[in-house]
């Protein structure tokens, strides 16, 4: 793929990480557009409607001081850091709770075509950052058609009549309310919805396999270019697949 015959042309792991730092945000970013346009115009057009999710990705855990923590809060960093310590203390990752259990490091946000199963759009996150607050943002506004398929994490009356101005079909699933029990007609439909929002588990269950089940670099800078590069070599693999 990369044109590499000989192993004296490979390069090593300071090449690479040099190359990481001089890309940054903005060149992952660059590599995801030029990708899609190349998708694009080997006719792989984002149809049948977009499934919205986001993945909680771990990042090493911090131990900080009740002062630290207090500092860290006002956007102040300890006067005793020295320039090596806080190059060690990723400050940008957040915890957060889901389903009871506590969760350290970043979210990530996709926005996966029905039709072709490629990510249109991504946004990385802090993982303190509520799933619902992403949802617009990460709409890929040249799907084919106007359904957007999600789970309970982005029920909102307002949000679905917002989305319904701009000429959407939400497709979110229903939760429950305190005391009372879906309908069966709802429970009919959240499972409609699933078959279809189960697609988008296919995309995070590859990028876990490529290292998303942890972030192990330091600050949301560089977890961004993690989390974007995953995705364009998933959507280089994908479009492999597809024999284009």
């Known amino acids: 793929f990369c044109g590499l015959e000989h192993s004296r042309n ?15 945000v903005d060149g992952v970013t660059a590599l995801f557009n030029e990708l899609d346009r190349q998708i694009r115009a080997h006719g792989l057009e984002a149809r049948a409607g ?5 993945t909680l990705v771990p990042a090493p855990r911090q131990h900080f001081t009740k002062e630290e923590k207090a500092l860290l809060e006002q956007d102040a960093v300890p006067a005793d ?12 990752a ?17 926005s996966v075509d029905r039709k072709h199963k490629l990510v249109r ?10 799933d619902s607050q992403h949802l617009e943002a990460a709409l890929d506004e040249w799907n084919t058609s106007a359904e957007i398929y999600a789970d309970k994490g982005y029920v909102g009356a307002d949000r679905e009549e917002r989305l319904r101005e701009q000429g959407y079909r ?24 699933a078959k279809v929002r189960a697609r988008v588990e296919h995309v995070f269950a590859a990028i876990h396999q490529w290292g998303g089940q942890q ?22 693999r994908r479009l492999a697949f597809l024999g284009a």
């Open 10 to 24: 490979i390069p090593d792991r300071t090449t690479i990480w040099s190359f990481e730092n001089r890309i940054g």
């Open 50 to 54: 977009q499934i919205v999710d986001a």
């Open 81 to 92: 850091w020295k320039p090596a310590k806080r190059r060690q203390k990723d400050v940008d």
């Open 94 to 110: 957040s915890w957060t709770k889901k389903h009871g259990k506590s969760h350290h490091g970043y979210k990530f946000t996709v």
């Open 121 to 130: 759009t991504w946004i990385a996150d802090t993982a303190k950052v509520h």
């Open 170 to 193: 939400p497709q979110i699933q229903r939760k429950a309310k305190p005391g009372k029990a879906l309908s069966a007609c709802q429970e009919r439909r959240n499972r409609r919805i």
């Open 215 to 236: 972030i192990r670099t330091i600050g949301q800078a560089r977890a961004t270019f993690a989390m974007g590069m995953m995705v364009v070599v998933y959507n280089m």
